[in-house]
């Protein structure tokens, strides 16, 4: 069975700092990955997604992301961040068979923005 | 072009009761799925409907179900409702041709009391 894990429940970073967040995932086959980032009372808004090829995809909003093959790591970064990226962030998993309908999400990683 | 439209945005019900939440998916997408969010917790899969067949089934129990209508949009029904089923529920549609993004709705916040 497919899961997501990351490990980081909250992490607080100061504006313009460079961000990391934590993406671990298991699956059998080729994973379809992605990030999704909630913001309060809203829904999900895709960040970027990994199915094959290059393992450094960039996203939108200055986002990146890099498939490990090795570490099963699909881990999120961002070079500088701005108060507007504070907000939950989800890493999932997906798979050939449902494509990106199906999806197996982490329990999310509540980011802090700080003056 | 309106995006993922789910109603109501907020329901009360009392245990043992049903509710349906409804979901329309944008225009041309033929696929919805929905999902569940127990607060502080990520999504988890319901369902996916696509052509109005159901494509895919979570792991919930058969007191969840769901149809897909001519139109694309598509009903959640839960029956004999749980303090449990409190959680925001999530419509999101596609193409559902399996490599295009997910559209999200913005949820029905469902309290169970």
């Known amino acids: 069975a497919q899961s997501v894990t990351q490990p980081d429940i909250h992490i607080t970073v100061s504006e313009g700092a460079s961000l990391e967040l934590r993406c671990n995932y298991s699956y059998g086959a080729t994973p379809y990955l992605f990030w999704y980032v909630q913001s309060p009372g809203q829904g999900l808004q895709l960040l970027l997604k990994?199915?094959?090829?290059?393992?450094l995809v960039q996203g939108i909003k200055g986002f990146e992301a890099e498939f490990k093959r090795s570490q099963s790591s699909f881990n999120l970064r961002k070079p500088s961040v701005h108060w507007s990226d504070a907000a939950e962030y989800f890493c999932?998993?997906?798979?050939?068979?449902?494509?990106?309908?199906?999806?197996?999400f982490g329990t999310g990683t509540r980011l802090t923005i700080i003056p | 072009d309106a995006g993922v439209t789910q109603s109501p945005t907020h329901l009360i019900k009392t245990r043992g009761q049903h509710v349906t939440l409804r979901c329309s998916p944008i225009?041309?997408?033929?696929?919805v799925s929905w999902y569940q969010q127990v607060l502080g917790q990520g999504p988890q899969f319901i369902f996916q409907?696509?052509?109005?067949?159901?494509?895919g089934r979570g792991n919930f129990p058969d007191r969840f179900s769901a149809r897909q209508f001519p139109n694309y949009s598509s009903e959640l029904n839960v029956n004999a409702l749980l303090l449990g089923d409190s959680a925001l529920y999530l419509c999101?549609?596609?193409?559902?041709?399996?490599?295009?993004?997910?559209?999200f709705g913005s949820g029905t916040q469902l309290s169970v009391l």
């Open positions: 990994y199915f094959s090829g290059d393992t």
């Open positions: 409907y696509y052509e109005k067949e159901e494509r």
């Open positions: 999101a549609s596609s193409s559902g041709t399996g490599d295009e993004k997910l559209f």
């Open positions: 225009s041309g997408h033929k696929s």
């Open positions: 999932a998993v997906g798979g050939e068979d449902f494509g990106n309908e199906k999806l197996t």
